[in-house]
Protein backbone atom coordinates (compact mmCIF):
# COMPACT_ATOMS: atom_id res chain seq x y z
CA UNK A 1 0.00 0.00 0.00
CA UNK A 2 1.28 3.19 -0.84
CA UNK A 3 1.59 6.27 1.75
CA UNK A 4 0.69 10.06 1.90
CA UNK A 5 3.49 10.85 4.33
CA UNK A 6 4.23 14.62 2.77
CA UNK A 7 8.02 14.06 2.76
CA UNK A 8 9.00 17.47 1.25
CA UNK A 9 12.58 16.87 0.89
CA UNK A 10 12.96 14.72 3.88
CA UNK A 11 14.75 11.60 3.50
CA UNK A 12 15.01 10.54 6.94
CA UNK A 13 14.57 6.99 6.41
CA UNK A 14 16.47 6.48 3.42
CA UNK A 15 19.51 7.58 5.56
CA UNK A 16 18.73 6.03 8.72
CA UNK A 17 21.05 3.03 9.12
CA UNK A 18 18.28 0.90 9.32
CA UNK A 19 17.43 -2.13 8.11
CA UNK A 20 15.92 -1.31 4.88
CA UNK A 21 14.39 -4.79 4.21
CA UNK A 22 13.00 -6.44 0.67
CA UNK A 23 10.20 -8.25 0.73
CA UNK A 24 10.17 -10.95 -2.25
CA UNK A 25 7.52 -12.73 -0.75
CA UNK A 26 5.29 -9.42 -1.77
CA UNK A 27 6.53 -8.84 -4.85
CA UNK A 28 10.37 -7.29 -4.00
CA UNK A 29 12.48 -8.49 -7.21
CA UNK A 30 15.24 -8.78 -5.00
CA UNK A 31 17.49 -8.76 -8.16
CA UNK A 32 16.63 -5.80 -9.82
CA UNK A 33 18.19 -3.99 -6.92
CA UNK A 34 21.62 -3.39 -5.61
CA UNK A 35 21.18 -5.88 -1.98
CA UNK A 36 22.94 -7.31 1.06
CA UNK A 37 21.96 -10.67 2.36
CA UNK A 38 21.66 -11.45 6.33
CA UNK A 39 19.90 -14.01 8.13
CA UNK A 40 17.24 -13.70 10.78
CA UNK A 41 17.29 -15.41 13.90
CA UNK A 42 15.83 -18.79 12.30
CA UNK A 43 19.06 -18.72 10.39
CA UNK A 44 16.87 -18.05 6.92
CA UNK A 45 18.29 -15.60 4.37
CA UNK A 46 16.62 -11.87 4.47
CA UNK A 47 17.55 -8.98 1.74
CA UNK A 48 18.04 -5.40 2.70
CA UNK A 49 18.89 -2.27 -0.32
CA UNK A 50 22.81 -2.61 -0.22
CA UNK A 51 23.74 1.15 1.86
CA UNK A 52 26.89 3.57 1.86
CA UNK A 53 29.59 2.82 4.81
CA UNK A 54 27.69 6.13 5.95
CA UNK A 55 24.59 4.08 6.05
CA UNK A 56 22.43 5.73 3.78
CA UNK A 57 20.75 4.01 0.94
CA UNK A 58 22.53 3.66 -2.31
CA UNK A 59 20.00 5.16 -4.05
CA UNK A 60 19.49 7.66 -2.41
CA UNK A 61 20.81 10.56 -5.00
CA UNK A 62 21.43 14.24 -4.04
CA UNK A 63 17.61 15.04 -4.88
CA UNK A 64 16.21 12.32 -3.42
CA UNK A 65 15.24 8.85 -4.03
CA UNK A 66 16.85 7.84 -7.79
CA UNK A 67 14.99 5.07 -8.65
CA UNK A 68 11.63 6.27 -6.89
CA UNK A 69 9.36 4.64 -9.30
CA UNK A 70 10.55 1.14 -8.83
CA UNK A 71 11.24 1.90 -5.30
CA UNK A 72 10.59 -1.50 -3.00
CA UNK A 73 7.27 -2.16 -0.66
CA UNK A 74 9.14 -0.43 2.31
CA UNK A 75 9.80 2.35 0.83
CA UNK A 76 6.70 2.82 -0.85
CA UNK A 77 4.70 1.60 2.26
CA UNK A 78 6.29 3.21 5.55
CA UNK A 79 4.82 6.08 7.20
CA UNK A 80 6.81 7.67 10.04
CA UNK A 81 4.16 9.17 11.55
CA UNK A 82 2.24 6.01 12.19
CA UNK A 83 5.59 4.66 13.24
CA UNK A 84 6.03 7.19 16.14
CA UNK A 85 2.35 6.82 17.16
CA UNK A 86 1.98 2.85 17.50
CA UNK A 87 4.95 3.23 19.42
CA UNK A 88 4.81 3.91 22.97
CA UNK A 89 7.83 6.16 24.41
CA UNK A 90 9.50 3.86 26.41
CA UNK A 91 9.89 1.62 23.22
CA UNK A 92 11.01 4.80 21.16
CA UNK A 93 13.30 5.72 23.38
CA UNK A 94 15.08 1.93 23.92
CA UNK A 95 14.99 1.11 19.54
CA UNK A 96 17.02 4.32 19.43
CA UNK A 97 19.03 3.36 22.02
CA UNK A 98 19.84 0.08 20.98
CA UNK A 99 20.23 1.48 16.91
CA UNK A 100 17.51 -0.35 16.02
CA UNK A 101 15.63 3.10 14.80
CA UNK A 102 16.23 6.27 14.34
CA UNK A 103 15.43 9.49 16.25
CA UNK A 104 15.26 11.56 13.47
CA UNK A 105 12.53 9.15 11.73
CA UNK A 106 10.64 9.25 14.62
CA UNK A 107 11.08 13.08 15.12
CA UNK A 108 10.01 13.42 11.15
CA UNK A 109 7.09 11.37 12.04
CA UNK A 110 5.97 13.78 15.32
CA UNK A 111 5.97 16.60 13.00
CA UNK A 112 3.74 15.63 10.43
CA UNK A 113 1.29 13.93 12.67
CA UNK A 114 -1.29 16.79 11.94
CA UNK A 115 -1.56 15.85 8.79
CA UNK A 116 -3.14 12.24 9.17
CA UNK A 117 -6.74 12.36 10.38
CA UNK A 118 -8.41 11.69 13.34
CA UNK A 119 -9.74 8.00 12.52
CA UNK A 120 -5.81 6.93 11.07
CA UNK A 121 -4.48 8.69 14.77
CA UNK A 122 -6.94 6.21 16.59
CA UNK A 123 -6.02 3.68 14.57
CA UNK A 124 -2.65 3.82 15.79
CA UNK A 125 -3.51 4.34 19.41
CA UNK A 126 -5.82 1.57 19.19
CA UNK A 127 -2.98 -0.39 17.98
CA UNK A 128 -0.89 0.48 20.60
CA UNK A 129 -2.69 0.35 23.26
CA UNK A 130 -3.69 -3.29 22.44
CA UNK A 131 -0.07 -4.09 21.39
CA UNK A 132 1.93 -2.29 24.66
CA UNK A 133 -0.77 -2.63 27.39
CA UNK A 134 1.49 -2.56 30.73
S1 LIG B 1 11.14 9.89 7.71
FE1 LIG B 1 8.97 10.21 7.11
S2 LIG B 1 8.92 12.20 6.13
FE2 LIG B 1 11.04 11.53 6.16
S3 LIG B 1 11.35 10.48 4.20
FE3 LIG B 1 10.79 8.91 5.70
S4 LIG B 1 8.56 8.70 5.51
FE4 LIG B 1 9.13 10.66 4.52
S1 LIG C 1 15.12 2.97 -2.56
FE1 LIG C 1 14.77 5.16 -2.60
S2 LIG C 1 13.08 5.50 -1.11
FE2 LIG C 1 13.96 3.48 -0.72
S3 LIG C 1 15.51 3.79 0.89
FE3 LIG C 1 16.53 3.90 -1.11
S4 LIG C 1 16.57 6.07 -1.61
FE4 LIG C 1 15.03 5.79 -0.01
Excluded: W
Excluded at 37 to 42: G, M, T, Y
Excluded at 58 to 70: D, E, H, M
Excluded at 92 to 102: C, E, F, I, K, Q
Aim: hydrophobic share 30%.
Amino acid sequence: MKTDVPCGTCTECCKSGQGLFLHPEQGDDVESYQYQVAKDRAGNPVFLLATTDAGSCVYLGPSGCTIYQRRPLLCRSFDCRKHYLILPRQDRDNLVRLGLSSRAVFNAGRTRLDTLSNAERQTCTDTRDEFFAP
